[in-house]
């Protein structure tokens, strides 16, 4: 069966996929070709179903009815997650009333942070981008993802703001949701499970080969130095990434309770892959 799947051009992606997509973790069923996006991007292409299989963001979730969640492949924080930067130090009265630089509406950390600290003034750009922005002044302060979490001090910025930590102490400890692997539902259930054991497998594979499959990522490193990059990806390709458990799937559960709670998303019922 040949199928479309969607990942982003990040360096914790390319790693889970580089068993996958190197051919060195084989499937009897699938042929796969891969797209690239940014992650925002994939989060829009997903309302319409056009990728057999995308990355997305979890909030995303609450507006791509025609996809379930897969068990492995989700980028969970253990205690940390985005954080929120500035020129310098500011209260969260002042970041309140501050514009803000985010990496897309339809992302998790947009949700979380609005969770956080209520709505706010906003703007909306490439998360690559956010960095320069703040440091620039062309914007108060700048909600970051991806590997800008750890080079925050090198752009010239100081940290303001801990959302992954917020989310851990408010949630006693359930691991930060923030990105996740979906696939057609109209695929059917046997279909959906046998390629979440397909991923489930690359991403194992990176793991017991972690110099190589940090190889392959690294052409995602954006310039950034192997070390900050395996950082990066040990962080976000964890146990939970593996296969998100009883843990995993309570903390998606928990965000869209939150979430409904304060009218920050529709209704909507969540459709996760069987065990």
């Known amino acids: 069966m040949e199928i479309s799947v969607g990942h982003t051009p990040d360096s ?3 790693f889970m996929f580089y068993g996958m997509f190197t051919g060195n973790v084989p499937s009897p069923d699938f042929k ?28 995303a979730c609450a507006y791509i009815p025609g996809y379930t969640i897969l068990r492995s492949g989700g980028s969970f924080g253990i205690g940390y997650g985005p954080i929120v930067t500035s ?3 500011l209260s969260i009265d002042e970041l309140k009333n501050s514009k803000i630089a985010i990496p897309g509406e339809m992302t998790s950390a947009f949700l979380l942070l609005q969770l ?3 709505k706010f003034d906003y703007v909306e750009m490439n998360f690559s981008d956010i960095p320069e922005a703040v440091k620039s002044g062309k914007v108060d302060a700048g909600l970051v993802i991806h590997e800008t979490q750890l080079s925050y001090a090198q752009e010239g910025n100081v940290k303001i703001l801990d959302v992954g930590e917020w989310w851990d102490k408010t949630t006693n400890g359930l691991p930060v949701p923030l990105g996740i692997n979906v696939m057609k539902t109209s695929l059917g259930m046997e279909t959906i499970v046998k390629f979440d054991k397909y991923l489930q497998a690359s991403i194992e594979f990176g793991l017991e080969h972690l110099d190589d499959a940090l190889e392959y990522a690294m052409q995602y490193s954006r310039g950034k130095p192997r070390e900050l990059i395996e950082k990066f990806v040990k962080m976000y390709v964890n146990k939970v ?7 995993g799937e309570k903390s998606i559960r928990k965000l869209f309770e939150m979430a409904k709670e304060k009218n920050l998303v529709p209704d909507f019922e969540l459709s996760i892959a069987t065990k």
């Open 12 to 14: 914790d992606d390319a």
């Open 241 to 247: 990434t593996v296969n998100m458990g009883d843990e």
């Open 116 to 118: 956080m600290i209520g």
């Open 87 to 89: 020129k310098k130090q």
């Open 32 to 59: 796969v070709n891969h797209v690239i996006e940014d992650i925002e991007n994939l989060n829009k292409k997903a309302k319409d179903p056009f990728l057999d299989v995308t990355a997305v963001s979890v909030h």
